[in-house]
């Protein structure tokens, strides 16, 4: 596709469940990262991969939230055993090498009751 | 990543240029400026970006000082589709390192 997919757009869960949260980036994009926006706020960077590198995790919030991108290409942003405090929208952005203009998704909005 | 200081809202009326104020003083020589928006309920959109030239775009312009201390995003003639939070960040082009937003300025064009 031509932009950065996300998926689901919406997923409603119960608490203690774990979800995953899909991105999809721009193909040939070696930079994609994960944001969390909570109603009203900021952006809240997660995580950020770049090629083969070790991914940034510094802004992961607990050890309940992880994420891996496979091939380079797909990434899965997994939150095991949520809390209601998750419930945000979860953005996805990538940016091609050498450049550093960044490419949002639409969000996946978790509701977690 | 140097740090940038935005007000958190501002007003304009329909037609009228928005100006909107970044801070960012403590900026290094080879850190860009950027501006993206994040309309309502979207995912954030890149606006345009520069090192110390004024640059213009089918956007808007963005206004560096010639100490690159401060710049400023003009959109000439606001319309009510340009109400959105805009957000000014500093960093390295071609780096690799986390980007990070602050809480932006939210502007509401009014008609």
């Known amino acids: 596709g031509a932009g950065v997919s996300q998926s689901p757009s919406n997923k409603v869960t119960e608490k203690g469940k774990d979800v995953e949260l899909r991105c999809d980036p721009i193909?040939?994009?070696?930079?994609l990262y994960w944001y969390r926006q909570s109603l009203g706020q900021g952006l809240e960077f997660l995580i950020y991969f770049q090629g083969n590198s070790a991914p940034d995790k510094s802004g992961l919030p607990s050890d309940r939230f992880s994420a891996e991108r496979t091939g380079g290409s797909v990434s899965t942003l997994t939150i095991q055993r949520t809390q209601q405090e998750d419930s945000a929208v979860y953005l996805c952005?990538?940016?091609?090498?050498?450049?550093?203009?960044?490419?949002f998704g639409a969000g996946s909005r978790l509701t977690v009751l | 990543d140097a740090k940038t200081t935005q007000p958190t809202s501002m007003d304009c009326a329909e037609g009228r240029a928005a100006n909107l104020p970044c801070n960012h003083s403590?900026?290094?020589?080879?850190?860009?400026v950027y501006w993206y928006r994040q309309i309502h309920s979207q995912g954030p959109q890149y606006i345009i970006h520069?090192?110390?030239n004024n640059e213009t775009n089918e956007m808007a312009s963005l206004i560096i000082t010639e100490d690159r201390k401060s710049s400023t995003l003009i959109l000439p003639h606001a319309t009510l589709r340009d109400t959105a939070v805009y957000y000014c960040i500093v960093r390295v082009t071609g780096g690799y390192q986390k980007v990070t937003f602050g809480i932006g300025t939210k502007l509401q064009v009014i008609p």
């Open positions: 403590t900026i290094s020589g080879n850190e860009y």
């Open positions: 193909s040939g994009h070696t930079a």
């Open positions: 952005a990538s940016s091609p090498p050498g450049a550093n203009v960044l490419t």
């Open positions: 520069g090192l110390k």
